[in-house]
């Protein structure tokens, strides 16, 4: 049974930073992260292959870095000068082929349960 476990959500006062895990029980070529905020549409933020090759949504490029420790088959989200807008459940997502438009992309074969970010003062 394939598994994408998240971690490291919490809270942090605006400008500050958290870093999200995501496991697999299993290695992807293609993890990426999505968010839903409260009211919000669900949006994909980032996307990085097996290779390292990466892509960002606006709302958060320069702020946030996704990497990938294939050893590990775990992927990080580094999100710096969070924002209170960034507010909202982060959700890992795998599978097995490079999408042409992955971060247009909505229906990823495998999710995470999700981990929720709080910014506030």
């Known amino acids: 049974q394939v598994q994408l476990v998240e971690s490291g959500g919490g809270s942090v006062q605006p400008g500050g930073s958290l870093r999200l895990s995501c496991t697999a029980s299993q290695s992807f070529y293609l993890m990426g992260w999505f968010r839903q905020g409260p009211g919000v549409q669900r949006e994909a933020i980032a996307a990085?292959?097996?290779?390292?090759?990466?892509l960002y949504a606006e709302s958060v490029k320069g702020r946030f870095t996704v990497s990938r420790d294939r050893n590990k088959n775990t992927m990080y989200l580094q999100m710096n000068d969070l924002e209170p807008w960034d507010t909202a459940v982060y959700y890992c997502v795998a599978d097995s082929i490079w999408y042409s438009s992955p971060l247009e992309h909505s229906d990823y074969k495998y999710w995470g349960q999700g981990t929720q970010v709080t910014v506030s003062s």
């Open positions: 990085i292959r097996s290779d390292g090759f990466a």
